[in-house]
């Protein structure tokens, strides 16, 4: 009886989140740029031509941008997870590979040609652009988007529950009402930015209650049954605000896991819980996505060395530590007295010197390899942590 009360409540919370599962659609983007060739501005007007294609066609029509080696080693398994119909492009700088799946396999032009429609545009945006319209104009208008009918299974305190935790397009998941309609639009927009910049899906949800739930079990069951985080390793950061209890936790997870730990969501949590607590939430919320961006562009990038502020207090405090050791040991040394010559230490008559001179003896050079950026992206890592408190 216990849990098919407690399957009951989850499946009121996650009901009353208003989010659907009928508006599911491809999770990941459709245009994956690991080579950085596009801005964040061309990411958002490629995804979004992706988006009308596929509620239009009912077809996924992607392209990726790969550092793999060769571009049929790219698994886009994890980019195509619930679409049924789709057409890819993948190319990395020397080579480019299609594959399709359903419907896809039916397109009426070659792989060749759509390549030829591509490499006819001056700039990346523009050729992606180019091949995504030609695809999606090789097949008809459907009258209904296509939906996901798979439920999501394993809601807390259930053996088989199933519930719909929503459509995870969306960023701000604001169903307590701490936002505006203009601060949560900027907000999404932020968060979006962030997201596609680092490769993590960065999410921020509110609920006006617990229901008497574990908040620190629906952290997780939101996480990992709403489909949040990008890729195979589910990249992501999400705050998860309760407004009864007054309570508050942060999940990082995958390459994002790897990013921030405990210590940098200690640090996080440090930052947003006075605003929390002075209901300055827009505040909270924008400063928790600066400091993902910030944690998540170290972890790239490396830290800056001026705001390395544990290597500089470590420096400070050895500077301290060894003048004092060196002043204790200076006056223990009671008999040693200061020489401004060094003829006290030659015994007298033993050595003559006719002449004198300067030579190069011998140079020691070491080199160490710089890393690129490119070369520390968000692939692999599947680390998790949580943490938070009350405000």
Same mark, same amino acid.
Request: glycine share 10%; hydrophobic share 35%; aromatic share 10%.
């Given at each position: 009886?216990?849990?098919?009360?407690?399957?009951?409540?989850?499946?009121?919370?996650?009901?009353?989140?208003?989010?659907?599962?009928?508006?599911?659609?491809?999770?990941?983007?459709?245009?994956?740029?690991?080579?950085?060739?596009?801005?964040?501005?061309?990411?958002?007007?490629? +995804?979004?031509?992706?988006?009308?294609?596929?509620?239009?066609?009912?077809?996924?029509?992607?392209?990726?941008?790969?550092?793999?080696?060769?571009?049929?080693?790219?698994?886009?398994?994890?980019?195509?997870?619930?679409?049924?119909?789709?057409?890819?492009?993948?190319?990395?700088?020397?080579?480019?590979?299609?594959?399709?799946?359903?419907?896809?396999?039916?397109?009426?032009?070659?792989?060749?040609?759509?390549?030829?429609?591509? +490499?006819?545009?001056?700039?990346?945006?523009?050729?992606? /652009?180019?091949?995504?319209?030609?695809?999606?104009?090789?097949?008809?208008?459907?009258?209904?988007?296509?939906?996901?009918?798979?439920?999501?299974?394993?809601?807390?305190?259930?053996?088989?529950?199933?519930?719909?935790?929503?459509?995870?397009?969306?960023?701000?998941?604001?169903?307590?009402?701490?936002?505006?309609?203009?601060?949560?639009?900027?907000?999404?927009?932020?968060?979006?930015?962030?997201?596609?910049?680092?490769?993590?899906?960065?999410?921020?949800?509110?609920?006006?209650?617990?229901?008497?739930?574990?908040?620190?079990?629906?952290?997780?069951?939101?996480?990992?049954?709403?489909?949040?985080?990008?890729? $195979?390793?589910?990249?992501?950061?999400?705050?998860?605000?309760?407004?009864?209890? /007054?309570?508050?936790?942060?999940?990082?997870?995958?390459?994002?896991? +790897?990013?921030?730990?405990?210590?940098?969501?200690?640090?996080?949590?440090?930052?947003?819980?006075?605003?929390?607590?002075?209901?300055?939430? $827009?505040?909270?919320?924008?400063?928790?996505?600066?400091?993902?961006?910030?944690?998540?562009?170290?972890?790239?990038?490396?830290?800056?060395?001026?705001?390395?502020?544990?290597?500089?207090? $470590?420096?400070?405090?050895?500077?301290?530590?060894?003048?004092?050791?060196?002043?204790?040991?200076?006056?223990?040394?009671?008999?040693?007295?200061?020489?401004?010559?060094?003829?006290?230490?030659?015994?007298?008559?033993?050595?003559?010197?006719?002449?004198?001179?300067?030579?190069?003896?011998?140079?020691?050079?070491?080199?160490?390899?710089?890393?690129?950026?490119?070369?520390?992206?968000?692939?692999?890592?599947?680390? /998790?942590?949580?943490?938070?408190?009350?405000?």
């Amino acid at each position: 009886m216990k849990k098919i009360i407690s399957a009951l409540q989850i499946l009121v919370l996650c009901l009353s989140m208003s989010l659907s599962v009928c508006a599911a659609a491809p999770e990941n983007g459709y245009v994956i740029d690991d080579l950085n060739y596009l801005t964040l501005d061309e990411m958002a007007e490629l +995804d979004e031509l992706g988006a009308d294609i596929y509620k239009e066609r009912g077809i996924g029509v992607f392209y990726v941008f790969t550092t793999e080696d060769e571009p049929d080693d790219y698994d886009v398994t994890w980019l195509i997870d619930g679409v049924g119909d789709y057409y890819i492009m993948v190319e990395n700088d020397d080579s480019w590979y299609t594959v399709c799946g359903g419907k896809g396999e039916e397109i009426s032009l070659s792989k060749e040609e759509l390549r030829a429609i591509y +490499d006819e545009a001056d700039t990346y945006v523009g050729g992606v /652009r180019d091949f995504m319209q030609a695809t999606a104009e090789c097949f008809p208008v459907v009258e209904q988007a296509p939906v996901s009918d798979a439920p999501v299974v394993g809601a807390p305190g259930s053996d088989n529950m199933q519930v719909d935790v929503g459509n995870t397009d969306e960023l701000v998941l604001d169903d307590a009402e701490l936002l505006s309609d203009t601060e949560e639009a900027q907000l999404e927009e932020k968060l979006l930015a962030i997201s596609k910049q680092y490769g993590a899906q960065i999410v921020v949800g509110t609920l006006p209650s617990a229901e008497g739930m574990d908040i620190d079990e629906l952290l997780n069951f939101f996480y990992d049954e709403g489909g949040f985080g990008y890729g $195979a390793n589910r990249d992501g950061v999400f705050l998860l605000v309760c407004m009864d209890p /007054r309570e508050y936790r942060i999940l990082s997870n995958g390459f994002a896991g +790897d990013a921030i730990q405990d210590g940098e969501i200690e640090s996080i949590s440090n930052e947003i819980v006075s605003d929390l607590s002075d209901g300055n939430y $827009a505040d909270a919320f924008n400063t928790f996505a600066d400091e993902c961006a910030y944690y998540l562009d170290g972890h790239i990038n490396g830290y800056p060395f001026n705001v390395g502020k544990s290597l500089l207090i $470590a420096l400070a405090v050895g500077v301290v530590a060894s003048f004092i050791v060196s002043s204790v040991l200076k006056g223990q040394m009671k008999s040693v007295h200061k020489k401004n010559e060094a003829d006290v230490y030659v015994k007298a008559g033993s050595m003559q010197i006719t002449q004198s001179g300067d030579y190069f003896m011998y140079r020691n050079v070491t080199k160490t390899q710089k890393q690129s950026s490119s070369s520390s992206g968000s692939s692999g890592g599947s680390s /998790r942590s949580t943490g938070g408190g009350s405000f």
